[in-house]
């Protein structure tokens, strides 16, 4: 599994940044994983994002 933001979808709102709990998310106009080996899958932000941008 890895994590993958929908750049076409994503609003760009920042709700994932803030679900991180490993802080591995920014949002420059879209949002996008810093570092994607550290991702421990949990899925607090695809449960965030209102747009369903996120997957795992
Ligand atoms: S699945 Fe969890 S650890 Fe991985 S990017 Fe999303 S919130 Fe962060
Ligand atoms: S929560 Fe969803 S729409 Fe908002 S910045 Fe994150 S990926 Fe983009």
């Not at 709700?15 to 994607?36: H, K, L, N, R």
């Not at 607090?44 to 369903?52: E, G, M, R, Y």
């Amino acid at each position: 599994m890895a994590i993958a933001i929908e750049k076409d979808v994503c609003i760009g709102c920042g709700a994932c940044v803030g679900a991180c709990p490993v802080s591995i998310i920014e949002v420059e106009d879209v949002a996008i994983i810093t570092d994607e080996a550290s991702c421990i899958e949990c899925g607090s932000c695809v449960d965030a994002c209102p747009v369903s941008a996120i997957t795992l």
